[in-house]
C-alpha cells in the first residue's frame, strides 16, 4: 500500500471497517488499534497491512461484521492516555496496542477490557501479565526481546568502529524495560573496554542537546534502546547521529531504512500479522489469560552502506556477509 493511498483512506476519522466471512456471526464486532507511530508514519501502512492480512487470511475481510477504529499515540504519553481512554469508550470488543504506554494506557482505562499487545518488552515487569506463560488476565501478545540481546547492540558498535570507547545509550527513564536492556549493555561494556552514557529521552531538543554534548569528546558511538518515543523521533536521531559523526546501532531496520548506520533486531512487520491470530481467537471466545505470550521468529542484521561511507567507515566484510539487508 502507497503513502498516499493509505492517508486516503484512513481519512479523518481513522476508523477503517473490516469483514468477517460468511459463516463467521453476524453481529458487527468491533476492534480498537493503538499505535506507537504516527498516522502519516511511513512505516504506518505495512503495520497496518500486516494485521488485516493476517485478519483476512483467518476469514475477516472489509465490510460486513467487524470494524477497526484506528489511533495513533505518536510516542507522546498525554496521547496515550487521552486515546486509551477513547478506545476504551467506544466498547470494541478487545484493543491491538502498539508498545507497553499503548497497552498500560488501554488498561488504565479498563482492566477487563481484553488487549493484544505487540511490539513490547518485558511485559511481566510492566505489569501487563503475571507470567508470559500464564498472563493470567486480559493482556497477552508478541514480545521484542529479551534483556540478553542487548549486548549485540554494543558487540556490533566495536565490530563496525573498532575505535569506539565511549557510547552513550538512548533510553525511555519511563520505560521499564528500559532499564533492563541499559543494564544488559553495562553488564558487558567491560570486556569491550567501552564506558556507558545513557541519556534519557523526554524530547528531542533535550536529546539534541545531550547528543551534542557526549560528542565532544572523541571516539564515541551511539545505542537506541527500543522506544516508542525514539521510534517518533527516529529522524531527529539519526540527524544528530550524522551531524556529530557518531556511528550508531539501532534496534530495527525502520532506522536504518532512514539513514542510520546499522541496526539489529526483530522484524516489526510479522508480530501484526501474528496478532491477528490472537485477535481471531479472542473474538471467538477464547480468554486472553490462556494464551501465552510469544516472542519474534525473525531477526535482522540491516547495514547502510551510504550512512557508512558518509562517517569514513569501511564495513568489515564479515559483518556484510551476516546482514540480511544491505543498503547502498
Known amino acids: ?45 505495512a503495520r497496518v497491512a500486516a ?6 487470511e483467518l476469514g475477516w475481510t472489509i465490510g460486513r461484521n467487524v470494524r477497526i477504529d ?3 499515540g505518536a510516542g507522546v504519553a498525554d496521547l496515550y492516555r487521552r486515546y486509551g481512554a477513547e478506545l476504551v469508550a467506544l466498547a470494541p470488543d478487545l484493543v491491538l ?7 498500560s494506557a488501554v488498561q488504565q482505562a479498563s482492566r477487563t477490557m481484553p488487549v493484544v499487545f505487540v511490539d513490547t518488552t518485558d511485559p511481566v515487569a510492566a505489569g501487563m501479565v503475571a507470567s508470559l506463560a500464564r498472563p493470567g488476565g486480559y493482556a497477552t501478545g508478541f514480545t521484542q526481546f529479551e534483556f540478553g540481546m542487548s549486548g549485540k547492540w554494543l558487540e556490533l558498535i566495536k565490530e563496525i568502529a573498532p575505535g569506539v570507547t565511549r557510547a552513550a545509550v538512548i533510553r525511555n527513564p519511563m520505560t521499564p524495560a528500559g532499564s533492563g536492556q541499559l543494564g544488559a ?25 545531550a547528543i551534542a554534548a557526549f560528542a565532544r569528546e572523541p571516539n564515541g558511538g551511539l545505542i537506541v534502546l527500543s522506544t516508542s518515543l525514539a521510534v ?7 540527524a544528530s547521529a550524522a551531524r556529530y559523526r557518531l556511528p550508531a546501532v539501532y534496534p530495527f531496520r525502520i532506522y536504518v531504512n532512514a539513514g542510520g548506520l ?18 481471531d481467537r ?29 562517517l569514513g567507515i569501511s564495513v568489515p566484510t564479515s559483518l556484510l556477509s551476516r546482514a540480511d539487508e544491505v543498503i547502498e
Open 1 to 45: 500500500m502507497k503513502r498516499r493511498e493509505f492517508i486516503t483512506l484512513l481519512g479523518g476519522a481513522t476508523v477503517w471497517p473490516l469483514v468477517a466471512r460468511a459463516q463467521q456471526p453476524d453481529r458487527m464486532r468491533r476492534i480498537g488499534v493503538l499505535m506507537n507511530l504516527t498516522a502519516d508514519d511511513p512505516e504506518a501502512p
Open 51 to 56: 494485521f488485516a492480512q493476517g485478519l483476512q
Open 70 to 72: 484506528y489511533r495513533w
Open 97 to 103: 496496542a502498539s508498545g507497553v504506554p499503548a497497552a
Open 185 to 209: 549493555i553495562q553488564a558487558v561494556a567491560p570486556s569491550f573496554k567501552v564506558e556507558i552514557s545513557p541519556i534519557d529521552v523526554r524530547d528531542t531538543s533535550e536529546t539534541e542537546h
Open 232 to 238: 517518533a523521533h527516529r529522524e531527529q536521531i539519526i
Open 262 to 279: 546499522v541496526s539489529y533486531g526483530p522484524d516489526q512487520i510479522d508480530p501484526y500479522r501474528r496478532a491477528a491470530g490472537y485477535v
Open 282 to 310: 479472542i473474538l471467538k471466545g477464547e480468554s486472553p489469560a490462556d494464551l501465552p505470550v510469544q516472542a519474534p521468529t525473525k531477526y535482522e542484521l540491516v547495514i547502510n552502506l551510504k550512512t557508512a561511507k558518509a
